[in-house]
């Protein structure tokens, strides 16, 4: 899909055709509209289809008539009916007269521009339009970041009274959405310092304040995603731990039962022997003597055992 934006008269407005100033948008673009791009644009289809590698990494790539800047941003996808949170490509291509992005998906980080939620923005301000989208993404990052950081707190309520992998398995999950962002915000701060030297993309004094949010919102990011997985590691080392003795409560549990139980079944088994010599068989009351020494016997094993805290 193509979407072609322009700033026109302060606001952002969708266009028909590629001019000067404007932002062409592709997102999961087909092969035909990556060809129809490259041709009405000049830039080599292998830079527009990189962004569509999943594997694809950061970096910065300087051409003739063109700059391209592939950073990884957030997104979420459904896996086994739970969101689990991984990084794709988006590259940005800085054109002389027009600034072209391409997503494998619709993304929150340029969606907000696409709706004019974004203020100060302007197709035409391609530098201050890379920073926008810059801080945006590392927004969106700590936005994710803190979702992980509630979902693994849920997590770990239910860990408490887990005797299953489930929960356990559900913080590997998180803890590799982990290993993901930092990974991914350390590859956007190499590429975002390049960036900075490029003679091609101008400097202007008015967006230093936006140069100095990215700086601070991006390093934040790092640091907050090496708390969470610092965290979330010795969390998942503990309740393996908290698991294992769960475990061993139910066995020790259940074993106590099985003890108690097989008292009354171990002298039923004796009375049912075909002998005639069995104490208390000819008794009328063998019958009731049996049964009440075996609960006699239940009781002082079961008292022997709470004081012992089996149960």
Not at 133 to 162: C, G, M, P, W
Request: charged share 25%.
């Amino acid at each position: 899909m193509i979407d072609i934006f322009k700033t026109i008269d302060g606001s952002l407005q969708r266009i028909n055709e590629i001019t000067e100033g404007c932002w062409i948008a592709m997102t999961a673009p087909s092969a035909t509209e990556l060809k129809k791009i490259a041709e009405d644009t000049g830039i080599e289809i292998d830079h527009l289809r990189a962004p569509l590698d999943e594997e694809e990494r950061a970096r910065i790539e300087v051409e003739d008539n063109y700059t391209l800047i592939l950073v990884d941003i957030p997104a979420v996808e459904k896996r086994y009916d739970k969101d689990r949170y991984i990084t794709i490509p988006l590259g940005i291509i800085v054109a002389e007269k027009y600034i072209i992005t391409v997503c494998l998906e619709e993304t929150p980080v340029l969606k907000c521009f696409m709706d004019g939620r974004v203020r100060d923005f302007y197709t035409n301000k391609k530098t201050r339009f890379i920073l926008q989208i810059l801080y945006r993404n590392a927004s969106t990052f700590l936005q994710n970041l803190r979702s992980i950081d509630r979902k693994s707190e849920e997590v770990e309520r239910q860990l408490h009274i887990s005797t299953q992998n489930r929960e356990l398995i559900e913080l590997l999950e998180l803890e590799k959405s982990l290993v993901y962002f930092t990974t991914s915000l350390r590859s956007n701060e190499v590429v975002f310092e390049k960036m900075l030297k490029l003679d091609s993309i101008k400097h202007y004094p008015e967006d230093q304040d936006l140069l100095e949010d990215l700086i601070i919102e991006n390093k934040q990011a790092i640091e907050m995603a090496n708390i969470y997985s610092g965290i979330l590691s010795g969390t998942m080392d503990a309740f393996a731990s908290i698991i294992s003795n769960n475990q061993n409560i139910v066995m020790k549990f259940l074993a106590a039962i099985t003890i108690v139980l097989s008292i009354p079944t171990m002298i039923a088994s004796f009375y049912g022997m075909n002998f005639d010599f069995i104490p208390g068989a000819r008794s009328p009351l063998g019958f009731y003597l049996t049964v009440g020494a075996a609960l006699l016997l239940t009781f002082v094993i079961v008292l022997v055992f709470k004081k012992k805290k089996l149960f």
